[in-house]
């Protein structure tokens, strides 16, 4: 389903080097996630942002950091610090706040670093 | 915290067979359970979901049962197809504070024709 647009689908980068992933949604959704995802591992929560100018680690938050300026949009930036950042990153987002409803995700970035 | 473990790791049957796949959650507060499906190379999405208040939940082949005193719950395919062989996870969270989910480590179903 459309709302969430996730940019670049494949991104390469060279040991060292931050890099930025895009994260934009127009669901009109207060919350967003971004989470890592590798094989065997499940879904693991890296930061979260239930409301603009606000955000809360995860649970391997170490390496990483975000933004949330706007609520359309928590880009996500794997710094140098982060040990193994070859992965499948999944960004989602979710309305109905603050009753339980489930996350809408965005298609992915892989992002390889060699 | 919560934590979620999902069985089995991998599943395989034959196209027409019925699959299971169970998951059993910790915190007896959780009260929202989903199972996404997730496509080679594709999105996670929701393809079915239960509350608490609720046993039992079904969508043509698919239903969920969930059992709250034992504090697991599980996902039922009949008649499967190959094109419903994806990684599926199952999750939990509860109501109040950060409604975070947590995830199981999926479950690989792979239906064979």
């Known amino acids: 389903d459309g709302g969430i647009t996730q940019s670049p689908k494949y991104l390469f980068r060279k040991e060292g080097q931050n890099v930025t992933l895009s994260c934009e949604q127009n669901?009109?959704?207060?919350?967003m996630y971004w989470y890592r995802q590798d094989p065997g591992q499940g879904l693991r929560l890296i930061y979260y942002?239930?409301?603009?100018?606000?955000?809360q680690k995860g649970d391997i938050a170490e390496g990483y950091s975000v933004s949330r300026e706007k609520k359309e949009s928590f880009p996500l930036t794997v710094t140098s610090a982060q040990k193994n950042p070859t992965a499948f990153y999944l960004c989602?987002?979710?309305?109905?706040?603050?009753?339980?409803?489930?996350?809408?995700f965005g298609n992915g970035t892989r992002l390889t670093v060699t | 915290g919560e934590n979620v473990e999902q069985h089995p790791s991998t599943l395989s049957v034959q196209e027409g067979d019925s699959a299971v796949i169970k998951c059993t959650y910790s915190?007896?507060?959780?009260?929202?359970f989903p199972w996404y499906k997730q496509e080679l190379g594709k999105r996670p999405q929701l393809i079915i979901d239960?509350?608490?208040?609720?046993g039992e939940k079904k969508d043509q082949r698919i239903a969920v049962t969930l059992n709250k005193t034992a504090k697991h719950f599980s996902l039922h395919i009949t008649e499967t197809q190959p094109e419903d062989s994806a990684v599926y996870f199952c999750?939990?969270?509860?109501?109040?504070?950060?409604?975070?989910?947590?995830f199981g480590r999926g479950t690989s179903l792979i239906v064979h024709p």
């Open positions: 942002s239930q409301i603009v100018n606000d955000f």
């Open positions: 669901l009109n959704h207060d919350a």
């Open positions: 989602a987002s979710r309305g109905g706040v603050p009753v339980n409803s489930p996350l809408h």
């Open positions: 915190d007896s507060a959780s009260n929202y």
């Open positions: 999750a939990a969270s509860k109501s109040g504070g950060s409604y975070i989910p947590t």
């Open positions: 239960i509350r608490s208040n609720v």
